[in-house]
């Protein structure tokens, strides 16, 4: 017998039929019809700033152009949509393209692994490569990292409730605390105290997990020092380093990859969200090419390589062929930086502190809840922003890098006004 759904609703219908695992349709409570660029509609006619993104998963924007195009030409086509990992035009023209545009104007040299479609997907398909080749089994991650919602990446997320979600133990980690973690301390030497002490109960690990920035952990940005700290430690003791990239990357914070400006190479490299371009289910594993011992089909999938986000992708890639993308984000996170040191100024009841880097960015609030409240009158007013952070205490801001000032400007008026009315 099925469930009766009220008529002449909208939300009523995700209620009663919807799974309680829902979140982001709590917060915003609308039905969603179309999208362009920054700006999103309603059903009934609202439109919306969106500060969100797909969660860093549409850093162009929604509906690009000219990704829209290829991909309706393509499927007018007949193009084959779904291949696995058999070779198609899609996947050669997406590894030359990254190889060329992305990869080799970096010096970088990585084997691309495509596993199942999703972050958490390239995040256990990391560590089972790190394990299989250093033959160990324990990870080190980091205090408020998350990696993914599946066991292993579980495993190596630090969030209480979301580890308690996997309903049994999760083994093989060590957590050792982010930059910034414990104040005065250098929470690098730290770690090196750990390794080097054969009393200290740590194992050697296989290999090393962390964000440059946290995500959902806070928008905890990692300092180029202590980045090329870890990396030299994974060298030193033999131990490989992942870096996941999945929300960072993609030019999230300026450059392709977060990590660029540390100068530091990874062993691995995990991407999704904006690597498709269109938003499209697409996930890549890096790896360097020493380190590509898989067996075939050891990691497979059903859904591993998308042809159509192989497309957008290619399309994206225009974004990265010189410069000028890239300076662009930079100007806009400058001028994002000095609204949000504004806003904590202007209004000393936010016990503000500023967080991220890029277009990655957030205030830290030091009153309990004020920081969903203030989300919540945002949308109430048309922006859509989200809550980041342990205690959801923070306001996190991920507009797609196609953003204009003006849209920017117009997403913190909104902002602005929301503050004034929650304090």
Not at 18 to 38: D, L, N, Q, T
Not at 45 to 57: C, K, N, P, V
Not at 274 to 287: D, E, K, N, R
């Amino acid at each position: 017998m099925g469930n009766d759904i009220p008529k002449n609703s909208n939300m009523e219908v995700f209620e009663t039929l919807e799974s309680e695992v829902r979140s982001y349709s709590r917060g915003w409570p609308a039905v969603f019809e179309s999208a362009k660029g920054y700006k999103i509609r309603d059903t009934e006619g609202r439109e919306y700033i969106d500060f969100f993104a797909g969660a860093g998963t549409l850093n162009y924007g929604h509906n690009d152009d000219r990704m829209q195009e290829k991909l309706i030409e393509y499927i007018k086509n007949d193009g084959i949509i779904h291949s696995l990992d058999m070779g198609t035009n899609p996947r050669k023209d997406f590894l030359e393209a990254f190889n060329d545009i992305i990869l080799k104007p970096r010096n970088l040299s990585y084997k691309v692994m495509f596993p199942g479609p999703t972050g958490t997907n390239s995040v256990e398909s990391a560590l089972k490569i790190a394990r299989k080749v250093t033959g160990r089994d324990t990870i080190i991650s980091f205090t408020n990292a998350f990696h993914g919602m599946t066991l292993g990446s579980l495993s190596v997320t630090g969030n209480i409730f979301k580890r308690r979600g996997a309903g049994v133990p999760l083994a093989d980690t060590v957590f050792m605390p982010f930059d910034h973690y414990i104040e005065g301390v250098d929470t690098a030497d730290y770690m090196e105290r750990y390794l080097a002490d054969n009393g200290s109960g740590v194992d050697l690990p296989a290999a090393v997990i962390l964000e440059t920035v946290q995500g959902e952990g806070g928008i905890n940005a990692a300092s180029m020092d202590w980045l090329k700290k870890i990396h030299a430690l994974c060298k030193k003791y033999d131990i490989l380093l992942i870096v996941d990239d999945i929300q960072a990357g993609n030019g999230r914070t300026g450059t392709f990859f977060s990590f660029e400006p540390a100068g530091i190479e990874p062993d691995i490299i995990c991407l999704s969200k904006s690597i498709g371009g269109f938003g499209l289910p697409m996930a890549v594993t890096l790896i360097k090419p020493e380190y590509d011992q898989w067996a075939p089909g050891e990691h497979n999938g059903t859904f591993r390589g998308n042809n159509m986000a192989f497309i957008a992708a290619v399309e994206a890639f225009r974004y990265w062929k010189n410069s000028d993308f890239e300076n662009s984000v930079n100007e806009k996170a400058a001028y994002m930086a000095k609204e949000i040191e504004r806003l904590i100024r202007t209004y000393p009841g936010l016990q503000g502190s500023p967080r991220g880097r890029g277009l990655m960015q957030g205030i830290a609030v030091g009153k309990e809840n004020l920081a969903s409240e203030i989300c919540a009158e945002a949308f109430r007013n048309g922006l859509i922003v989200e809550t980041s952070g342990p205690a959801d205490e923070v306001v996190k801001f991920l507009p797609p890098l196609i953003i204009d000032k003006a849209g920017l400007a117009e997403g913190f008026e909104i902002l602005e006004k929301s503050i004034q009315n929650v304090l």
